[in-house]
């Protein structure tokens, strides 16, 4: 409104917002940055001068609180403690639902979830909170600018969403849902790069305009609950959530944003086996990260297109990605995951092109990198010491391979549980790799017992690759019978599409030759041949 003298007064607006963003009792306040901000952008002057109260109370700090100290009453707080932020998030309330929830599944691999995962989530709910507190200290002090404030806190804010949709999860899970769910938790994104200062201004800033800065934040707090559900296997609900806000996300005309959703979308389509589609958003998401300078945006697309157009045979576009996305993510290698990432995508890359020396120093300094920087306890760092055990088995390295293997189950254990699908799966393998050094039988035991598990649900890849496992090595002991009964099971569960597909059609062909069964063998030659 104006003033009688026809300047412009003060927003209505914008003081309430203000003193309500500092209230002193938590519930008081604003929940969320993007709240606020959703507020205070009814007045375009008062997104820049949102934080001007608290710096103009922030210099009298030591006056306040030694007047309040004086006269006994309460200081004020600049920074009330920011547990009140995780209120129905991550709280007694809560805490209580996820154990409830996973009690009720009434296993031993809900237990063994439940054990593993509440003290990772409250190790991590502390740390934002700590974080956070620490944030708005700094700011408070003088000791880092607004802009840096604004994007901490924008960081924080995403993190808190994913982290609210991971708790989410726990709360409705099911017995399927665990391995997902535990991957998860390996995977939560680290709360140390929302204290990365110079990363934080190194990057595109957000825009100027009040209205769609809002919707920018929105969009990437909904972005953050999408990429919890990819890691937790729900990639369908993932992938709705994306083509939700990819319009809203398109409308900003904020391109960061759009190569973000993008990215996502194509992750999403890569998880769930839809790897055309993949491949067409990650190559609509790479132009404009190139066209605009943003590094983060065009490095994912490139290191992602490399390794899909490699997994879907298309050697040559990939070679000549290579040394485009090889400069893209030297641009990003101080962002720890995403470069260890685009190493183990080379190594694949490079494993295909048939160098398997430099897929193996790729895979060994992806690895040394998350170890250096305590990544090494994560869903995707098992990975490449898998990668790393199965070339040692390729090269026919036997014991290596074994003695790989061996320690990969124990990570694994630690990391996932013992009942974990994918703990029981490197223990197949490592069972596998037992039968070229003559310990056939010690194979034949681990994988009936593990094919039998009850943490396997029927179907999965893990139990079809049981399967598959087990019949090798049936033939290996020439029981040709047990071993084509394994065989044509793994294979009605299997997806033809798979590369495993071809195998088990391969090993079938071995045991109906060695049957003696030509009949037999000639429909699945003529099967493999299709």
Known sequence: HRTAGGHQGPSPVAPRAGWRGMAAKPDERFPSMTELLAVLSRDPMAVYQRVGAMVAVAGLTGAVSFAAASAGSTELEICPDAHAELAGIWDAPRQSSVREALRALASPAADEALTLAEPRLAGYAEEWVAMRNEACLAHAEGRQSEQLFDLRTSCLDQRRAGFDALVGAFTTA???????????????????????????????????????????????????????????????????IVEEILP???????????????????????????????????????????????????????????????????????EQLLPWA?????????????????????????????????????????LE?????????????????????????????????????????????????????????????????????????????????LVRSDHLTEGSREHVRGLFSLGNVELALGDTQSARRCLSDALEMQ??????????????MKATALGGDPEAFETYHKSALA
């Open 248 to 318: 809203q996300a398109m409308t900003t005309k904020y391109e960061p944003l759009v190569v973000e959703t993008l990215v996502q979308k194509g992750d999403l389509q890569m998880e769930h086996g839809e790897r055309a589609a993949a491949i067409t958003s990650f190559w609509t998401a790479l132009w404009p990260a190139i066209r605009v300078g943003y590094d983060t945006g065009a490095a994912e697309a490139s290191s992602k297109l490399a390794f899909l157009h490699a997994m879907t045979g298309d050697m040559t576009t990939a």
């Open 326 to 366: 090889s400069a893209l993510n030297q641009r990003v290698e101080k962002d720890i995951d995403r470069y260890a990432e685009w190493l183990n995508n080379q190594g694949v890359l490079r494993l295909k092109l048939d160098e398997p020396g430099e897929a193996k120093r790729l895979w060994t300094e992806s």
């Open 369 to 449: 990198l998350r170890e250096h920087h305590g990544r090494a306890r994560t869903w995707r760092a098992l990975d490449t010491r898998w990668n790393l055990a199965d070339l040692a088995d390729r090269r026919r390295d036997y014991e290596r391979a074994v003695a790989m293997y061996q320690q990969l189950v124990v990570l694994s254990t630690e990391i996932l549980g013992e009942n974990h699908p994918r703990r029981l799966y490197y223990e197949m393998l490592l069972a596998e790799s037992l039968l070229p050094l003559g310990r056939p039988t010690e194979a034949l035991l681990r994988l009936q017992r």
């Open 174 to 240: 099911d017995s399927k849902d665990l391995g997902g769910l535990i991957k998860a938790v390996t995977e939560m994104p680290p709360l140390a790069t929302c204290a990365d200062a110079k990363a934080l201004t190194a990057a595109i800033p957000p825009p100027e305009d009040p209205t769609t800065r809002v919707q920018v934040q929105q969009a990437r707090e909904t972005l953050a609950r999408a990429e919890t559900l990819k890691h937790a296997g729900k990639f369908a609900a993932g992938l709705q």
């Open 495 to 508: 997806a033809r599409e798979d590369s495993l597909y071809l195998a088990l059609l391969a090993y079938l």
